[in-house]
């Protein structure tokens, strides 16, 4: 699977941003798709997730203010983010979990888009 994503970009404080992830294939295929992130000097974390069966999960830091959300017409997985703080400034990455059948899980990540909220 390969992902591409885009939106990122500057916005002041408060503003919004919507990020997409178009995937290579179907990704009614694929069991999780989410978006993690990453601000410099700290660890890659998850920001949100939806299953194939309708489970969404987010992070406490962005929850009521982030919608993750998968279109499986289109192929892709969106994060519409507002509120924007200046701590969400980092870089954010798509990734694909497929779990194949008595098998063990297998990621892909897509290459990440910039996303900067000044004060």
């Known amino acids: 699977v390969q992902l591409q994503a885009s939106g990122g970009g500057m916005v002041q404080a408060g503003g919004s941003l919507r990020l997409s992830c178009a995937a290579s294939?179907?990704?009614?295929?694929?069991?999780?798709l989410a978006w993690y992130r990453q601000a410099p000097g700290k660890q890659r974390e998850l920001v949100a997730s939806?299953?194939?069966?309708?489970?969404?999960i987010y992070s406490d830091s962005v929850k009521g203010r982030f919608v993750i959300s998968r279109d499986n017409a289109k192929n892709t997985v969106d994060l519409q983010m507002t509120s924007l703080k200046p701590e969400d400034t980092a870089v954010y990455f798509c990734k694909a979990v497929r779990i194949p059948p008595g098998s063990v899980p297998v990621d892909y990540w897509g290459p990440g888009t910039q996303v900067t909220v000044s004060s």
């Open positions: 294939e179907t990704i009614s295929r694929i069991n999780i």
């Open positions: 939806t299953y194939n069966g309708g489970t969404i």
